[in-house]
């Protein structure tokens, strides 16, 4: 593995003489340990922000279908209920509507979709077979996920040496984390500039055995709780959803649009069946 900036000359070295030491052995496994995690939590920090991005997406647009089939189920079970008068018939009645729930606000259903009319353009076409614009990229773009990429690996918390550095770094990731989760090229890039004129990262300076055992066990639980992390995201219903079309995940959420509208164009045909003499 290159060595970091900073550290060239360090145990390790040929012609070192104690390079061979077993805490210098160590010393590299933790270095290695070190930027092994910082990898893995750069890759499950971006499947997060494509998996928050999807789950958005995914209410904001589909929300309204998945409203408009709930009622249909209930006003389709009160029909029949209707028409029978069986105590079966009406106990499922009840149980449809109590499935329906209130409409949250038009605010945060629709958000952007809400013009001086009511329901806008795009969110009118949801329910009908009229086309629509295709939704925004769940994904931050590639320039970004670079430039995310990159200010990890160069300051990322687990590289400070001191709490005072950690805490600087811990700031300063915590701004990047929100600049990638909105796609903020440009933010990104003049976070890269603050990073390259601020203090130079320290070097790693070998500690004790004890200290480098601490330090690898440490590392091992941070693992294990990303590794859990990782699992709940990829086990989550937007996360399964994800997996399905890693590569175009505004597709998939074209294609469940297609079959919400399927399903209400069934149930409508149910329901007025049932309100036919």
Known sequence: MPSAPGESGGPGDSGDS?????????????RAAEQALIEFEIAVETFRVEVENFSRLHHQKLGPMYSRLDELDALIAEAKAARTGDPE????????R????????????????????GISDDAGAMLTDRPVRPPQRVRPSEEVRRLYRELVRQAHPDLAQDEVERERR??????????YGRGEEQQLRELAEEWAAGPAPERAVPGESEELYARLEW??????????????LEDSAIGSMLRMAP???DRLLEEIAEQLLAQVS?????????AAP
Do not use: T
């Open 219 to 232: 590392l091992s639980r941070r693992k294990e709780l990303l590794s859990l992390v990782a699992k709940d």
């Open 98 to 117: 109590a499935l329906v729930m209130p409409m949250p606000g038009v605010d945060e259903l629709f958000h952007d979709w809400m013009d001086s009319d």
């Open 18 to 30: 104690g390079a061979d030491r077993p805490e210098a052995r160590l010393e590299r496994a933790v």
């Open 89 to 96: 018939d009406l106990r499922r009645a009840g149980e449809a």
């Open 170 to 179: 811990d700031a300063f990731i915590a701004r990047v984390n929100a600049a």
């Open 266 to 274: 069934a149930r409508e045909a149910e329901l007025a069946g049932l």
């Open 247 to 249: 590569e175009d995940p």
